[in-house]
């Protein structure tokens, strides 16, 4: 399989999410990209540049929120004994229903309030090389999607930061630009009709969010139970999508401490709902904070397990983008990856 990856996305270095009352140290850590090229490298593949697409971007995010993402650090250093990273310390009421629409652009000049509205938790810091990161993510993505348009049965984009929390005008989760949903986007301008199916530990809110009223885009999240892990608001049985996009979506929730057996079972359920809407291309949101030993995780993957995610991939038979997202189990990703694409291209 072709692999995308820019060493830029190495450079996003965060400080500081806050956990439980208490901050913490980051777990989306630069090393996570080492461990993951390590698991390339045992197969022999190098990935290759991606190129610069700025555009891209605009399929799926608001024009304000690009701007705020691209000009935030520039800003935050002005201010008088600023800290250390971008952080938030107010924010508007929203209700997180995924029906919402997307807000207008922040009324607020102040640097202060336009954080408060764009950054939706406290685990999206931005540090002075962050936009960088984010946008070399996307880019990699984009090129993963792009060598699919041209013809590649299926490309892994090495994104880092992940996106699939990040809606339209909003980041959170750790993610910024929500790569899965541009890669589908651009997959778009080729393929009629596709399929995202996301197996992150964690529902996919931002990509349900920005295709939820869209008939020609199913998105799939299968994550553990949100009633308590995040993302919290979203990622129940009743979001099914709205307007043209009803029936469009459709979230599986595990219980907690469920195994592969339950994962299996509901990527099967995924993969019949992607075969009765007749995609024709596949973006595979894929994270690996369903790993037993995740330090944030309540799904309990073994590595191993991960084949069994890519043989249930191939068997669509979909010309497919495989977008990085989670997994901060820094001694386990790089062998969960090496699993996904044993089994995906059916050499276990
Ligand atoms: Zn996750």
């Given at each position: 399989m072709r692999a995308f990856y820019h060493p830029d996305q190495a450079l996003h270095d965060p400080q500081q999410y806050m956990r439980y009352g208490r901050i913490n140290p980051p777990k989306d850590v630069p090393v996570r990209t080492t461990r993951l090229l390590e698991a390339l490298a045992t197969r022999g593949i190098v990935p290759d540049l991606p190129g610069e697409s700025?555009?891209?971007?605009?399929a799926v995010h608001t024009q304000g929120f690009l701007e705020y993402l691209e000009t935030a650090w520039d800003r935050w250093v002005e201010?008088?004994?600023?800290?250390?990273e971008v952080w938030p310390n107010t924010f508007p009421y929203w209700s997180g229903r995924p029906e919402d629409p997307s807000r207008p652009p922040c009324p607020a000049e102040s640097i202060v309030a336009r954080t408060g509205w764009y950054l939706g938790?406290?685990?999206?810091s931005l540090g002075p090389l962050s936009w960088t990161s984010i946008r070399r993510s996307c880019d990699t993505a984009v090129a993963a999607a792009d060598a699919v348009i041209a013809g590649e049965a299926a490309a892994y984009a090495l994104c880092r930061?992940?996106?699939?929390?990040?809606r339209a005008d909003r980041a959170s989760g750790f993610c910024f630009v929500n790569n899965t949903a541009v890669a589908a986007a651009r997959l778009r301008t080729k393929f009629p009709r596709v399929a995202v199916l996301d197996v992150d530990a964690h529902h996919g809110d931002g990509t349900q969010q920005i295709f939820y009223d869209r008939e020609d885009v199913l998105t799939i999240s299968v994550h553990a139970d949100p009633r308590n892990y995040y993302p919290f608001f979203t990622g129940y049985v009743d979001e099914r999508g709205t307007g043209d996009g009803g029936g469009c979506n459709l979230n599986l929730p595990l219980a907690h401490g469920s195994g592969a057996d339950a994962m299996f079972e509901a990527i099967d359920a995924g993969c019949s709902r992607i075969r009765a809407y007749a995609a024709s291309a596949v973006v595979v949101a894929l994270g690996?904070?369903?790993?037993?030993?995740?330090?944030?995780?309540v799904l309990r993957l073994e590595s191993a397990d991960f084949a069994g995610v890519g043989a249930r991939v191939r068997a669509l038979g979909l010309p497919t983008v495989v977008v990085q997202e989670g997994g901060y189990a820094i001694d386990a990703i790089g062998d969960c990856l090496t699993s996904f694409l044993t089994g995906f291209d059916g050499t276990t």
């Open positions: 700025p555009d891209a971007r605009l201010l008088p004994e600023h800290g250390p938790d406290l685990s999206v930061p992940s996106g699939h929390h990040a690996f904070d369903a790993h037993v030993r995740d330090p944030i995780g």
